[in-house]
């Protein structure tokens, strides 16, 4: 089951590489939720950053400067790091007056949303997708809104990332040093949607712990996806 892609503290565990995301500058957007969530599937299949951005709200945007680029460019990645399978629903509800948001003490939205969208999927028999995001409508029409980190939450994150770098060079040459026939199971697998079941292979298989096994099976999977894009 894949996490829930949002932007707060998952970027720690889910870190990706990126390239600068600041200084976009939006001019229209979304009429409709509808119409919104399609273009957001729409660029996330594409692996589409500039297509992404378009849809942040500007108040959020501006949230990002030299101390927090690396931060938001892994969560941004992160979000579009798997493809949206057709067949996915989704739902909106409004964000009342007083109801709590989400990443309470580690980071803070810059406006307050007036909807949630969560989209739900399945794929294969095991694998479960969920996207949660959060909505504004202006006189440019539907954007969304994500919180600004606290100055902790990115302190914290300046002094993991070494840490995390470390994991992704390692889960990357665990997956390199795939042989058959493992290699081949753990593919079988992600193609009839068991990567729970591919990962309890993989640590059987290897002596590493189930983590490890996710870890590498999530790895592997985002590989095949991307060998499917157009290039």
């Known amino acids: ?34 119409e919104f969530v399609k273009q957001y599937v729409a660029a996330v299949n594409a692996q589409d950053l500039a297509a992404y951005r378009s849809l942040l709200n500007s108040n959020a945007l501006a949230c990002i400067n030299a101390e927090s680029n690396d931060f ?19 739902t909106a509800k409004k964000v009342g007056k007083d109801d709590k948001l989400a990443f309470e003490g580690y980071a803070v939205f810059p406006v307050r949303p007036s909807h949630q969208v969560q989209i739900d999927y399945t794929q294969g028999m095991e694998n479960t997708g969920v996207l949660l995001f959060w909505l504004i409508h202006d006189s440019t029409g539907w954007s969304e809104v994500f919180p600004c980190a606290t100055p902790e939450t990115l302190k914290s994150f300046k002094t993991q990332l070494p840490e995390i770098k470390a994991h992704e060079e390692k889960t990357k040459v665990l997956v390199a040093g795939l042989k ?51 290039q």
Not at 5 to 23: E, K, N, Q, W
Not at 72 to 90: C, E, L, M, N
Not at 209 to 222: A, C, I, N, R, T
């Open 72 to 90: 938001y460019d892994r969560a941004f990645r992160s979000d579009i790091r798997h493809p949206v399978p057709t067949g996915y629903k989704f």
């Open 1 to 34: 089951m894949r996490a829930i892609s949002t932007l707060g503290i998952c970027v720690l565990l889910t870190a990706l590489p990126g390239c600068s995301l600041s200084g976009a500058k939006i001019v229209t957007h979304p009429a409709t939720i509808d």
């Open 180 to 230: 058959e026939p493992l290699r081949g199971e753990l593919i079988a697998l992600l193609k009839q949607g068991k990567s729970s079941t591919a990962a309890t292979r993989y640590a059987e298989s290897t002596g590493a712990d189930h983590e490890m096994g996710m870890f590498v099976v999530e790895e592997l999977e985002y590989q095949l996806e991307n060998e499917k894009r157009p």
